[in-house]
């Protein structure tokens, strides 16, 4: 079974637009290499455009073709830095929900939260005990660091109701900032909630896997998905495995997650291609370094399973 832990979906009014905007600037800045020249509002107009999939049919189909058979959706509450949205949070999380309701074998929603909101517990409460959702989603890059103490309320709530809660890790583009999202503020999570799984998103990012493994090899309960780095193995196919061997040796493979962060990577590259290539590893990967079939299929999916209970 094929478990894709990091996706996300967009409907119109769900996201600020200045989000889509940040993510403009990076096709603007190839375009212009190009001589094409477009405002970051116009391209970012369209990726709102183009993303809309509020009843998840593009990321159901994505799945189908790349053979996942179950997606985590991650809700994310970006409302306290680029203003609120349209569709209020909490009703952008019960949407989620419902989705999961409505695909039992193909969706699993988090709750995604900003712990500042005044109403945060009640939030995750009712995501949870109303609706069914399987975790939570930080985004600490809207300026909160993840061992804030306004984090911890909705950590004793996921350690009460024994939840997975799944954190950005690494770097983010414009308006978002990265500071807070830095390996070293998931040691505290370990410290202090040693018996709550906290994946950290992206594994630090390509560049910070090492600091994030000096925190994993240490406090056992940081767990590290690989969303976002395709486009490192796109670029740099030796790297991305070198590093993919490290958080196998150092953390353990029973603690990496495969995940796409779809729809981000899709015109970069299809989830068909990426899961393909975490397949090919034990026949494709550069001279000294090995993966085993039972690693491959045990962050394809296996520890997935285990940690969400399916
Ligand atoms: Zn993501």
Known sequence: MIIDIHTHLFGKGWIPKEFFYGVARFITYEFRKQGIHETNEAVGDGLIESNDDAQAESLLSEM?????????????????????????????????????????DRLIAFAGIDPRRAHAVDLFKKCVQEWGMKGLKLHPTTGFYPNQKEVYPLLEKACEWKIPVLIHSGSMMVPLRSKYSQPIYFDDLGADFPDLPVIAAHSGGIFGYQQMLSVMTTKLNILADISAWQLTAVKNYPMFCRALRDLMDFAGCERIYFGSDSPSF??????????????DLPGSAPDGIHFKEEEVSAVLGGNAQKLLNL
């Open 266 to 279: 899709r015109s970069f590259m299809s989830n068909k291609d990426w899961v393909q290539m975490i397949k």
């Open 64 to 104: 189908d073709e790349a053979g996942i058979t179950m997606s985590v959706l991650l809700p994310v509450d970006f409302g306290l830095v680029l203003g609120d949205t349209e569709v209020s949070i909490d009703e952008v999380n019960r949407l989620h929900a419902e989705l999961a309701r409505k695909h039992p």
